[in-house]
């Protein structure tokens, strides 16, 4: 009788042996075929029917798991995997970033599946362009690496609302991410769609494709407990249903420690090496290693140093880790409007390994790569005994792996914060910096230390490329005519999301109130007070047509409160608000029914009567921007707009002004950015193709000293406090510790340069390329100018 370690190998055994049933009774009725045949080149024929039909089966990879590992092809394997979004880069990209992630030593290429780009509408789909999830799958295949699939399809990643389809929302009866049958039959149809192409495409391992893990749901642990028994009933219907399609290969579930069986729970942070499954036949898996972390509007940039980053993997490996995806590998762009948060910038570089722009980042890099040979040289060993833990001291410990093959392999660890340490293990002596790991091949010489960085630092250069932004035209949005426009009205004050279905940033709330000519206001030459109360994220208050001023959220608080003096006149006055949305929640219990946008109260102070409420009056409202109605953004809009042509010098700045120029395409491959150091807040659009947000707010944070000892969190290594979000600066790195023995600097910018935002080279033209940008509070367009990024490796 066959033993099986999980429930997982019992599904594979009996899938494998249906299989081969079948295609045994197949070659048999050829066989009879061919024997009834007395044509000898029917026999041929059908012999090489039969070889083919065999030798495709032996491409087949079996995918399964014990305690210790994945297994593939019968063989336990250390994976090392990293992220990779293929909708947050190019398809022309692709291959690169593949391919350097293969050189870096991974095994493994990870993504998330984007529902909301795949399905904007009920039962319409979408995979062209950088949404091609199958032509990115078979290129990691073409590149000899592996797979997992995190189809989710709730998937957070700073996503716009943490990738469903606004539409969902709608859909009667729904309650995201429990009990719930309206979800559940959503989720069920979208996850079932994506397995059926991958299975079409034969891309599951056990089809002989890359595909050898698949991910159900996402960091659902926060949300079980909140739900109770129907968030405990909703896993194990997930768990359930993601089994019942028949992968073949094992599923897994990142911080969901319930995760019933055989789906594998695992881990994600910055440090796991704490973390055990919640079944001793599961292997140890952590699924996002943070590279860094994300950027929001108004907040600093991140950098985690390698050091720590090289030690935590070291630790996770050592307590019997056999699987580490680095989150993220290469982070990419929040083109267009994905960016989700709200607040987060559209760049998502996340100090990751690959930058945005799909240049190497050193010493990053190389560091990780060396790491990861050094645990290559040790596989067989780690995968095939247990560590034998040794205190060499009080702050440091030896994880012995011996196999019975005769393979050794050792990890030496200092924990120690402040001091550096002399051990000996094996009656030999070792030297290992404070908060560091040495590996050790043989479990003598030392192939890898996780703090000795010998990789020179990366100069990273942002330069002009003289390329000129010509033909300026400008069209100024007509406050003035909002009212008229406006095709909805209600008494009251109606939530954003349910109005704008998010088919734009921008919703207007339009209101007239009516001022006597006895005010006494008027005749003191005294101010009446406007207070607005916004649920999120931002406000422009127009009084008859002029900017009265702005007032925004941050991600940290999302509500706002504006309250400034403003001009009234006596009669009939126009209170226009613009509310602007910078993406929506990605995270937390029910956020579908988080609301954004104005929801008062709304206020005058100072009248005679005392305060009057304008919160129940008649409000009308207009979803989007004149310039979004006629498709300024693309080359292909109708030329009904009046645009003005002329010098950008001597024109006054006006805020909600859109401006478009041309530009040819600066010659080399070097990618590109946009310097949008002289702009304000708004959009871009190069050929017709969104850029995504730009914001030039300030950047809080703790730009204090960084070092790579210690555990590391999002309160430390910040870099660019002071300074406009999403900036790029030329930045002295902590990494060079090889040269200057430090391992504690202060972030700090030693020239700011620029504002940059990418711009993808294969959406550019040989000539002519329209640049168009909407810009909500005023700002200098003709010092807008395109740049370009190169990295050479020279010592600081």
Known sequence: MVKFHSTTEKLEHDLLMNENDEKQNWLAKMEANSASSSSSSSHWFFLCIAMVFLSHNLTHCNVTYDRKALVIDGQRRILLSGSIHYPRSTPEMWESLVLKAKDGGLDVIDTYVFWNLHEPSPGNYNFEGRFDLVQFIKLVKKAGLYVHLRIGPYICGEWNFGGFPVWLKYVPGISFRTDNEPFKQAMQNFTQKIVQMMKDESLFQSQGGPIILSQIENEYEPESKSFGPAGQAYVEWAAKMAVGLNTGVPWVMCKEYDAPDPVINTCNGYYCDYFSPNKPYKPTLWTEAWTGWFSDFGGPNYQRPVEDLAFAVARFIQKGGSFVNYYMYHGGTNFGRTAGGPFITTSYDYDAPIDEYGLIRQPKYDHLKELHKAIKLCENALVTSDPNVIALGSYEQAHVFSSESGDCAAFLSNYNLRSNARVTFNNMHYDLPRWSISILLDCQNVVFNTA?????????????????????????????????????????????????????????????????????????????????????????????????????????????????????????????????????????????????????????????????????????????????????????????????????????????????????????????????????????????????????????????????????????????????????????????????????????????????????????????????????????ASKISVVKRSVTDNKF
């Open 452 to 780: 000795t960085v010998g990789i020179e630092a990366s100069r990273v250069q942002m330069a002009s490329t003289n390329v000129k932004l010509e033909s300026w035209e400008t069209f100024n949005e007509d406050v003035g005519s909002v009212e008229d426009e406006s095709p909805m009205t209600s008494n009251g004050l109606l939530e954003q999301l349910n109005i704008t279905r998010d088919t734009s940033d921008y919703l207007w709330y339009t209101t007239s109130v009516q001022i006597s000519s006895s005010e006494s206001f008027l005749r003191k030459d005294a101010s009446v007070a406007l207070t607005v109360q916004s649920a999120g994220h931002g406000i422009h208050v127009f009084i008859n047509g002029q900017l009265s001023g702005s007032a925004f959220g941050t991600r940290q608080r999302k509500r706002l409160s504006f309250t400034e003096n403003i001009n009234l006149r006596p009669g009939e006055n126009t209170i226009s608000i613009l509310s602007i949305a910078v993406g929506l929640p990605n995270i937390g219990t029910h956020f579908e029914t988080w609301n954004i946008g104005v929801l008062g109260p709304v206020v005058l102070h100072g009248l005679d009567e005392g305060n009057r409420d304008l919160t129940w009056q008649k409000w009308s409202y207009k979803v989007g921007l004149k310039g979004e109605a006629n498709n300024l953004s693309s080359p292909n809009s109708i030329r009904s707009t009046d645009w003005i042509r002329g010098s950008l010098a001597a024109r006054e700045q006006h805020p909600l002004t859109w401006y478009k120029a041309f530009f040819d395409a600066p010659e080399g491959d070097d990618p590109l950015a946009l310097d949008m150091s002289s702009m304000g807040k708004g959009q871009i659009w190069i050929n017709g193709e969104s850029i995504g947000r730009y914001w030039t707010t300030t950047a809080n944070g703790n730009c204090s000293e960084c070092s790579y000892v210690g555990a590391f969190r999002q309160t430390k290594c910040h870099f660019g406090c002071g300074s406009p979000t999403q900036q790029w600066c030329l930045q002295a790195p902590s990494y060079i510790n090889m040269f200057l023995d430090v391992s504690t600097y202060v972030p700090k910018c030693v020239t700011v340069l620029f504002f940059r935002y990418h711009v993808p080279r294969s959406w550019l033209k040989s000539t002519r390329n329209l640049l168009v940008v909407f810009e909500e509070t005023g700002g200098d």
